[in-house]
C-alpha cells in the first residue's frame, strides 16, 4: 500500500548514492591539487549525502519495502575547481527541485511521515547550494588568488605539523 512512497525514497536514495560517490571523488581531486577547504566541504558534504541515505533506506524498511543500494549516475570525472562546483551545485538544485515534488506526492498517497523526510531534505540540499554556490562566487571574485589561499591553508598545516 506504500508501494509509491517506497518507490520515491528509493530514487531520493539512488541520487544521494550518487552524490557520496561524486563528492569522494571531488575531495580526491581536490585533496590530489593541493585545495584542502574544497576538499574538505567536499568530504563533508559526502558525509551529509551518507546519512541522508541512511534516512530514506531506515524509511524504505519501515514501510516494509526493499532499499535499492545502488547510485542514480555514474561518477563525472571532472577535475577542475569551477567545474566540480558547477556540477555539484547542478545535484544540489535538481535535488531540491525533486524532493519538493517528492513531498508534495507523498502528501497525496496520505503518507505524511514520508513527506516530512523530503521536506527536511530540502532545507539540507539548500544548504549545501548555498555552501557551493559562495564557493563559486569566491572563484569569480577572487580568481587566482581564492585559489592560492586554497593552497596556502595547505603549507600553513604542513608548517604547523613541524
Ligand atoms: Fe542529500
Ligand atoms: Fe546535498
Known sequence: MHEKSIALLNKGLADEMWAVHQYLYFHFHCDDQGY??????????AMAEMRHVEEFAERILFLGGKVKMKASHEVADIHDVRGMLEKAMEMELAAVKDYNKYANQCSTNADAASKKIFEELVGDEEGHADAFGTQLEHLDKFGEQFMALQSMERSRSLAGGA
Open 36 to 45: 584542502d577547504l574544497l576538499a574538505e566541504l567536499f568530504k563533508n558534504t
